[in-house]
């Protein structure tokens, strides 16, 4: 090789060294704190009292006595405390539905909210519903039962329950 080649070669590699981070290439640059401020998240409760069941008729009823025959509801009623706290709160109470039945003949109802003064509120909730309300669902025996379907049989129901749950807010 002569001198000239291995004279560009040397220099090419040199070039290869500076540009590849073997040297420095000067760029400016700045950057600057933003005063941003602090952010604190809101938060969701929600805490029950003793339940209560009531026949179709509005009778108060005991699970362990009672027998269900087609055409009967059962209402689960129970006192609910709901905060919510945040600004774009937005939460829905809903049945949980863990009915432990080998039966397909008993339905399980949606999940209404009432005020102290019995009025049906609204779900969902939202950041001013904070307060006491009375949770209920029903479970129907529907009248359309065939032949002996359901006699005798054992049905869970202590499985029910309530459920609050935020809803994200939307774009």
Same mark, same amino acid.
Request: no cysteine; charged share 15%; hydrophobic share 40%.
């Given at each position: 090789?002569?001198?000239?080649?291995k004279g560009a070669l040397a220099t090419g590699v040199g070039?290869?060294?500076?540009?590849?981070?073997?040297?420095?290439?000067?760029?400016?640059?700045?950057?600057?704190?933003? @005063?941003?401020?602090?952010?604190?998240?809101?938060?969701?409760? %929600?805490?029950?009292?003793?339940?209560?069941?009531?026949?179709?008729?509005?009778?108060?009823?005991?699970?362990?006595?009672?027998? $269900?025959? +087609?055409?009967?509801?059962?209402?689960?009623?129970? +006192?609910?405390?709901? @905060?919510?706290?945040?600004?774009? %709160?937005?939460?829905?109470?809903?049945?949980?539905?863990?009915?432990?039945?080998?039966?397909?003949?008993?339905?399980?109802?949606?999940?209404?909210?009432?005020? @102290?003064?019995?009025?049906?509120?609204?779900? +969902?909730?939202?950041?001013?519903?904070?307060?006491?309300?009375?949770?209920?669902?029903?479970?129907?025996?529907?009248?359309?039962?065939?032949?002996?379907?359901?006699?005798? @049989?054992?049905?869970?129901?202590?499985?029910?329950?309530?459920?609050?749950?935020? $809803?994200? +807010?939307?774009?």
């Open positions: 090789m002569n001198k000239m080649t070039v290869a060294l500076l540009l590849g981070g073997g040297g420095t290439l000067a760029v400016w640059n700045t950057s600057a704190e933003a @005063a941003a401020g602090t952010i604190a998240s809101g938060d969701l409760s %929600m805490q029950a009292g003793a339940g209560t069941w009531t026949n179709a008729a509005g009778t108060k009823v005991k699970l362990a006595d009672y027998r $269900i025959v +087609p055409g009967d509801a059962l209402t689960f009623s129970q +006192p609910v405390t709901v @905060a919510l706290d945040g600004d774009l %709160m937005r939460a829905s109470l809903s049945v949980t539905d863990k009915l432990t039945s080998s039966a397909a003949y008993l339905s399980v109802g949606q999940t209404t909210l009432t005020n @102290a003064a019995g009025t049906v509120v609204a779900n +969902p909730l939202n950041k001013d519903s904070d307060g006491i309300y009375t949770a209920s669902v029903t479970v129907t025996f529907p009248e359309s039962t065939t032949g002996t379907v359901g006699t005798k @049989a054992t049905n869970d129901l202590g499985k029910i329950g309530f459920k609050l749950e935020q $809803i994200a +807010p939307s774009k």
